[in-house]
């Protein structure tokens, strides 16, 4: 959506307009976000987008950061319940199964990934405390939240070990991502030099390897 199709902004008179607002402001961002990636996202470019005058970004959030913090608590709840829906709908899984389909939640939610590659970086360094601990609480609930559907799953896979390889994936996810999806001038060496293949992986295949590994020895027999 252009500049121009957004209505103008005017003062919020009341909580709800306020919150409104905010919400029209995480929009853009998540909007600049898709289309660019989280780290082209400015509070200058926010701003345009949403209508408003960049000064005024700073009357609802305290930073940018805290801004692409906030949407990445929202992508923690959206991957968790879709994931969540994705298992219930296909029944009982072996480790192979579990994976695939782990490894294909994160290739529907790109922009989740993204947001892991910075949350710990960047993100997390440069916001409130109120907003950090909504997105700590978020990603522990999702976790637990994915790690039972996991055991639903997968009965041998326990709780506990599927707390670990939700950890696992939420770790992995965001590495992978970043080598599967390289820039322009990245992506033209990789072409002019196959011998660097090795270097840009496919993302879901190679998740979905390292999830199988995990599960399959979380599953086997134990010394």
Avoid at 45 to 59: D, K, L, W, Y
Avoid at 137 to 164: C, K, N, W, Y
Wanted: glycine residues 6%.
């Amino acid at each position: 959506m252009n500049t121009t199709d957004r209505p103008t902004f005017q003062r919020a008179r009341s909580p709800e307009h306020r919150e409104r607002r905010a919400r029209d402001l995480l929009q853009a961002a998540a909007e600049l976000a898709e289309a660019g990636g989280t780290r082209t996202v400015t509070l200058k470019g926010i701003a345009q987008r949403a209508g408003v005058h960049s000064s005024a970004v700073r009357g609802y959030f305290s930073s940018r950061e805290e801004i692409l913090l906030r949407l990445a608590t929202a992508s923690w709840q959206a991957w968790s319940r879709d994931l969540r829906q994705r298992l219930g709908d296909a029944g009982p899984l072996d480790a192979n199964g579990l994976a695939a389909s782990i490894a294909a939640s994160f290739a529907e939610h790109s922009l989740f990934c993204d947001f892991l590659a910075h949350a710990a970086v960047s993100l997390e360094r440069e916001v409130p405390i109120d907003c950090l601990h909504e997105y700590k609480s978020t990603a522990i609930r999702a976790v637990d939240e994915v790690a039972d559907a996991f055991h639903r799953a997968l009965p041998a896979l326990s709780q506990a070990d599927g707390r670990e390889v939700a950890a696992a994936a939420t770790a992995l996810a965001p590495a992978f991502w970043q080598y599967a999806n390289p820039g322009e001038t990245l992506k033209l060496l990789y072409e002019q030099v196959p011998q660097l293949a090795s270097a840009h992986p496919d993302f879901e295949r190679s998740m979905t390897g390292l999830l199988a590994a995990l599960i399959h020895g979380l599953t086997g027999p134990r010394d």
